[in-house]
């Protein structure tokens, strides 16, 4: 990090982006907030010290000019009001989507919902950066000496966020062109207390005490944070520690107005779009600004909340209501700070609230947070000695008094309740304290102290422990090395290490190998590898190399991972490869199976038993090898290792591996070609699962482009589709959309009039069918159009197979794709129109379908209208289905690992296991 004259904080919130500086060495360094200009109207351009984290794709010629290059978007005060007007083109909540593991946040997936083809859309990534651009744009146009490309730079981040989301933050300010630290919002708030209070001010909280226990509470837009801050005397002064940070809670002021929206929309009657309801809830969000802004003459006592109405409708249709003080103050204090004991725990319901495309908090009662996270941080004789409330929540007087009564009352009777630390500008507190933190960098004031908030541990084996790597406490640019657990990696291919943290107060050192549970452990985005060959490896005559891992919490607020070499060559120095996070893919493809595989695959009689089968049959011509060494390959291979169904993983994959390199040889007959694909899509099945899955499926895709050799007869047409179907998971966007362009015409009706490929005539079309309702990483445009093929055919055709692969074309619940790739809500409440129609008792697929189609999700973009959903309901009862299903139709319930399981069609390798949504 650059050493400037000027230090700036940014904090880049959920709702608003806020920018402050200060001069570094000159006599007056108090923070200021930075006035951001911003178009607040389509001609009028204002400077204001909120920038609304809102983007806005105007209409052509709504929008004259783009003074800060943001274009095609908008960015802003302006973009939030118009946004409220007209939702489908707004991008709110970035920074929600930054963090939800369920989709590709890299992805153009924003404005979530929106099926306007007119609206560009843009990445979570994306959309971050340009918030970020703007900030930077209007800085340095106001200090042209001082710009922020060469200014020192700290970007605040939820304490609670994981390295992936970190990583895509540092990213973002890489692309707008800043150079940033990160830090925790919680702390940049206590700095910037710490900086109004002063010395003094920290030494009377712990007079007549060695130590006093400050709980951080940041309530923002989208996320609650929680730390805990010790103050304790030392020899020159005040010490300051961050001793504890809370699990990430995608849990705030988003909440509430999704709530008051819900309330409202009972009162107007009304079941409105997601467009609409989108309208309601900014709507709900001004209205409660409004009445929890603050005390005083100037608080209305009510206000009013309108939706405006469609098209020519836009004044007259509008529905209007109130809300007033008292109920939305009630509403948020029972609700969401509600009174409850110490020993109290978040409440592991089954549904969650999921608004907009967001899987928010399951129980957002924060105060049961607070008295979980105290339980695990703060032992039975400490107390809480001062509170922080930090967001804009706070400036209700009573939500404030509120949190204070729920701490103070889980101290001993009589003892007094903790201190609430003032703090006026609860808006500004994290980009002013990011401000104050730098310049304690700099030797200008208090540091706090910390390390590594969390532990960082790395799976082994079967994923039941885990080692120790980065140590809960560790000091900034401190490398910890997991000594005692050596591993050995293969060189040339990609490993994959799955990752999880400890918030707890346990410290396991560097090494240790300790049991995984959900409770202690959360899983964070997995970790990738390739060791590069060199010399021998180069030549193949060593394969392996001895590494260990080491890891360290960077300057910057990242956690680096890397393998070390342990064994160099002589003379040469250790190699050092960095673990790369993997957070592209959602975080249904990231299933958590073996991590660290072991040294060796399968050895021994069985696997060189195996390995001459495949030989036999797929290698160079012997003298002792048969025609039936080929028919019968499948059959000998389960009579060595048992029957398909028990093989594991790491046995399917072992023999793929050996099957592979003699790809060529498969077109030596049609019977070489059969059982060619039979064996390699069931050993590859489902696509992932292995660290090496990513360049299996590769390697095999690049075969796909040569189809079948052996033509006649359905049986290698039926092997070939039910490889692609048994490894799609795999595949990604270009490689299904390869396959969906080459046989499109043969499941399409004739009358689209779409050209079959010359010398393609495929048989087995009811697996080819199969096998293209799979494919899940195509656009929701493609897999609509399959739809609709099948959809034609069930006029004519009772073949329960149609239904079933409208189900998986429909399903609002993706199997393994990112939830941006579902169909339309539209087009799944025309299928469903259609299925309701049949009598479901002579079709054995249509319930399933049902399901599949109707789920509830509780997100508006995706859930089909509740007159159809209610009707599926009916149908159900009336068929006695099971009751998992009626309750996905009627409620938000996760899916099921066995539901998910059951989209692959047949049994999952041993070992794989899926995560819920």
């Excluded at 107007?268 to 709900?284: H, I, M, N, S, V």
């Excluded at 089954?350 to 941080?377: M, Q, S």
């Excluded at 994959?496 to 964070?524: K, Q, S, W």
């Excluded at 957070?583 to 493809?589: C, D, F, G, K, Y």
């Amino acid at each position: 990090m650059r050493t400037s004259a000027r230090v700036v904080g940014i904090d880049l919130g959920t709702t608003n982006t806020l920018l402050a500086w200060a001069d570094a060495e000159g006599p007056d360094r108090t923070p200021r907030i930075f006035a951001v200009p911003q178009l607040v109207t389509r001609t009028e351009i204002e400077a204001r010290a909120l920038l609304p984290s809102c983007l806005f794709a105007p209409a052509a010629g709504e929008i004259e000019g783009d003074p800060f290059h943001d274009a095609p978007y908008v960015t802003g005060e302006f973009a939030r009001q118009r946004g409220a007007q007209v939702p489908g083109r707004l991008i709110a909540s970035a920074k929600s989507w930054l963090c939800h593991a369920g989709v590709d946040r890299t992805a153009a997936i924003l404005p979530w919902g929106s099926d306007d083809e007119s609206v560009p859309k843009v990445s979570p990534l994306d959309a971050s950066t340009r918030y970020l651009a703007h900030l930077k744009t209007a800085y340095d146009a106001a200090h042209p000496d001082t710009p922020l490309a060469d200014t020192e730079v700290v970007l605040t981040v939820p304490a609670s966020f994981d390295e992936g989301a970190r990583e895509l933050t540092l990213e973002a300010a890489t692309r707008a062109g800043l150079n940033v630290r990160l830090l925790e919002e919680p702390q940049a708030a206590f700095y910037d207390c710490m900086q109004r209070i002063g010395t003094a001010g920290l030494e009377a909280l712990i007079a007549g005490t060695q130590a006093a226990h400050v709980l951080v509470c940041d309530v923002g837009g989208g996320t609650t944070d929680l730390s805990l801050i010790r103050v304790e005397r030392g020899e020159s002064g005040p010490v300051v520690s961050r001793i504890a940070t809370g699990h990430h809670l995608l849990l705030g002021g988003d909440n509430m107005d999704l709530t008051l929206a819900h309330l409202c929309e009972e009162r107007l009657e009304t079941k409105f779009d997601p467009g609409r309801f989108a309208q309601l809830t900014a709507a709900c969000r001004t209205a409660k600004e409004r009445l929890l802004g603050g005390q005083g003459e100037n608080v209305p006592e009510e206000a009013a909340v309108t939706v405006l109405g469609h098209g020519a409708k836009l004044v007259g249709g509008s529905l209007s209501t109130k809300l007033t003080r008292d109920e939305v103050e009630r509403i948020v204090l029972e609700g969401f700070f509600p009174k409850v004991e110490r020993d109290a725990r978040p409440q592991r319901t089954r549904g969650a609230l999921v608004a907009f495309g967001l899987p928010y908090e399951r129980d957002v009662a924060i105060t049961r947070h607070i008295a979980w996270f105290v339980a695990r941080h703060v032992g039975s004789g400490t107390r809480i000695d001062a509170l922080l409330l930090n967001g804009g929540v706070f400036r209700a007087t009573r939500i404030a008094e509120r949190v204070a009564e729920v701490v103070s009352s889980w101290h001993p009777e009589g003892a007094p309740g903790p201190a609430v630390l003032p703090h006026p500008d609860p808006d500004f507190g994290v980009a002013r304290g990011a401000v104050a933190y730098a310049l304690a960098l700099r030797g200008h004031g208090v540091r706090i102290q910390g390390g590594a908030a969390h532990g960082y541990y790395v799976a082994l084996g079967d994923g039941t422990k885990a080692v120790s790597v980065v140590p809960r406490g560790t000091k900034e640019d401190v490398t910890a090395v997991a000594e005692g657990v050596p591993l050995a990696l293969t060189v040339g291919r990609p490993v994959r290490f799955d990752l999880f943290a400890a918030d707890d107060a346990r410290i396991d050192p560097a090494g240790t190998v300790v049991p995984l549970d959900e409770e202690h452990f959360r899983p964070l985005p997995p970790a990738a590898v390739t060791f590069r060959a060199e010399g021998k490896e180069e030549k193949g005559e060593k394969r392996e190399i001895a590494v260990v891992l080491e890891g360290k919490l960077s300057a910057i607020g990242t956690l680096d991972l890397a393998c070390v070499e342990s064994d160099p060559p002589a003379g040469k120095a250790p190699r050092r490869f960095r673990l790369a996070f993997q957070l592209r893919a959602p975080a249904v493809e990231r299933e958590r199976t073996t991590s660290i595989p072991p040294a060796t695959s399968l050895r021994g009689k069985k696997f060189d038993a195996a390995h001459d089968l495949i030989d036999r049959a797929f290698g160079k011509p012997r003298q002792d090898a048969s025609p039936r060494d080929v028919k019968d390959l499948v059959r000998e291979l389960e009579r060595l290792l048992g029957e398909r169904s028990s093989w594991t993983m790491l046995d399917a994959r072992t023999l793929y591996d050996a099957l592979i390199p003699l790809a060529r040889n498969r077109r030596r007959t049609a019977d070489h070609e059969r059982v060619f694909w039979l064996l390699a899509g069931y050993c590859l099945r489902p696509g992932f699962g292995d660290p090496h899955d990513s360049a299996r499926v590769s390697r095999l895709a690049s075969l796909f482009s040569e189809k079948l050799a052996f033509v006649d007869g359905p049986r290698g047409w039926q092997q070939f589709f039910i490889a692609w179907r048994r490894v799609a998971a795999g595949l990604d966007e270009a490689a299904q959309t390869q396959i969906v362009d080459t046989f499109e015409a043969f499941v399409a009706p004739p009358d689209r009039g779409i050209k079959k490929p010359k010398k393609l005539k495929p048989e087995a079309l009811d697996d080819l069918l199969e096998m293209l309702s799979t494919l899940e990483r195509l656009p929701p445009q493609r897999r609509a159009e399959l739809g609709s093929y099948i959809l034609e055919r069930t006029w004519t055709d009772r073949d329960p197979r149609l239904w079933a692969a409208l189900g998986r074309l429909g399903a609002r619940v993706p199997a393994y794709a990112s939830v941006h790739h579902v169909v339309s809500a539209i087009t799944a409440e025309r299928w469903l129109d259609h299925l309701l129609r049949e009598k479901w008792e002579q079709v054995p697929t249509a319930t399933r379908a049902a399901v599949e189609l109707a789920r509830m999700t509780g997100d508006r973009a995706r859930d089909v209208g509740e007159r159809v959903r209610r009707d599926v309901e009916k149908r159900l009862v009336k068929l006695a289905a099971k009751p998992e299903w009626i309750r996905a139709v009627r409620e938000h319930v996760p899916v099921e690992e066995s539901d998910r399981a059951a989209f692959y069609g047949e049994g999952l390798p041993l070992g794989l296991r899926l995560m819920e949504e």
